[in-house]
């Protein structure tokens, strides 16, 4: 039902949305680097996916402090990083993620932001933003970002909505 809510009130707000046909977070991360580098961004464009069970960190993050290889081998979960900052997430099936890409010009951070919250907020769970990056859910974080820039594109990249985990309800 989460997901219902939050795809139809983003297929509202976005016009150019795309769905990942896969949940391998190789190809996923692939296509956020080329819709970066090849795609026209004459307007946004927004893109939603799944990864199975992995761990991502971020580009300037050391695996082996952040991560527990032993463990993720033992449990088949997969270790990738990501081409923007931020801490290390786990991603599985529970996760939603999305990608906004656009132009400096259309770039927005309290814009983009919205729009997950609205997406959210559609599902009747109240949120609200919390330091640079995050947005809260009945307080709790289930909404990080990282964001990445070349040349005159701008993209929220790998942000993850962890709202079907929330609480185990939704």
Request: glycine content about 8%; some cysteine; charged content about 15%.
């Amino acid at each position: 039902l989460a997901i219902h809510c939050m795809i139809c009130c983003i297929i509202n707000l976005c016009p150019r949305l795309i769905f990942a046909h896969t949940n391998f977070f190789y190809y996923n991360m692939a296509f956020d680097e080329y819709a970066l580098e090849q795609l026209p961004l004459d307007e946004p464009l927004f893109y939603l996916w799944q990864n199975r069970s992995a761990v991502i960190i971020g580009i300037n993050q050391n695996i082996y402090t952040e991560v527990d290889l032993d463990y993720a081998r033992q449990h088949d979960i997969a270790v990738a990083r990501r081409i923007t900052g931020g801490g290390a997430v786990y991603h599985d099936l529970g996760n939603l993620n999305f990608t906004f890409l656009m132009s400096q010009a259309d770039y927005d951070l309290d814009k983009q932001m919205k729009v997950i919250q609205n997406a959210v907020e559609s599902c009747g769970i109240h949120t609200e933003r919390s330091g640079r990056n995050d947005i809260l859910a009945e307080g709790q974080k289930f909404s990080g970002n990282a964001f990445y820039k070349n040349g005159n594109v701008f993209a929220t990249v790998s942000g993850t909505s962890q709202i079907l985990n929330f609480k185990g309800t939704y």
